[in-house]
């Protein structure tokens, strides 16, 4: 039986225009939470994801492969690859929207290695909203914005209220959050 592709975005999604406040091109996007593991700094092992806005509703993220990160000998882990571009759409979903939203769904291609010390330079994209959901998707290159895509990656994120982290998160991780003060700031569309 011959699999037919999905158009993408899916018919009835509109174009999203990114929010009126949100970080304008060659804005850094930081650190979301110290403890996370695509971007927090506070774990040696994680990703160390940097982001940047580049333009419209694009995110140019960057990740350096370590030993941490290894599947096979000397090349990364394909869930860790997923790890890296769930973060990196997450963050333009977020960041760009404005809105909270949770990975409903995560779309991987892996098309190249991708050895140790090389850079994953990741260009993510918001590419519609249908209702809550939120289409978003990004490739990834070996060493240059340029190089070759080694990861591909689709992703569906659904607009979620605060209670989605106040009932299911731990209160004290929480309470870290809101001291480090990012990202939920008065200019973020918080219900949905
Ligand atoms: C103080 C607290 C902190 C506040 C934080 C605020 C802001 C965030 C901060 C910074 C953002 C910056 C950076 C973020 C960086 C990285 C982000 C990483 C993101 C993650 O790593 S996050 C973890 C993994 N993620 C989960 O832990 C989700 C678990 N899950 C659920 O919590 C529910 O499952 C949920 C909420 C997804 C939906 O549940 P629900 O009950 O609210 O809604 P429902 O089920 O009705 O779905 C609504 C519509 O989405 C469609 N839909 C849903 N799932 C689908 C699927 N898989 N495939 C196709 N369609 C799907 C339905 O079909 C329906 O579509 P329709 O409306 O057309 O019927």
């Not at 519609?128 to 591909?152: C, H, N, Q, T, W």
């Not at 209670?163 to 569309?189: L, Y």
Request: proline share 8%; charged share 25%; hydrophobic share 35%.
């Amino acid at each position: 039986m011959t699999k037919q592709a999905q158009p993408w975005p899916p018919a009835g999604a509109e174009p999203a225009p990114a929010h009126p406040k949100a970080p304008g091109p060659g804005s850094e996007l930081g650190v979301h939470f110290t403890e996370c593991f695509g971007c927090g700094d506070e774990l040696e092992g994680g990703l160390h994801l940097r982001s940047t806005v580049a333009d419209g509703l694009t995110v140019r993220s960057r990740f350096t492969v370590t030993k941490n990160h290894q599947g096979a000998p000397g090349l990364a882990h394909g869930g860790l690859l997923a790890c890296a571009f769930d973060e990196a759409l997450g963050t333009t979903v977020g960041n760009l929207l404005r809105r909270p939203a949770v990975t409903g769904r995560l779309e991987t291609d892996f098309r190249r290695p991708v050895p140790v010390g090389s850079t994953l330079h990741i260009e993510a994209r918001v590419d519609g909203v249908g209702g809550r959901k939120i289409y978003a998707s990004a490739d990834g290159r070996l060493d240059a914005e340029d190089g070759p895509v080694a990861v591909r990656a689709r992703g569906l994120f659904v607009m979620v209220g605060l209670e989605h982290f106040t009932s299911h998160g731990d209160p004290d991780a929480i309470e870290k959050f809101r001291e480090q003060g990012r990202p939920v700031r008065e200019d973020w569309d918080i219900n949905p």
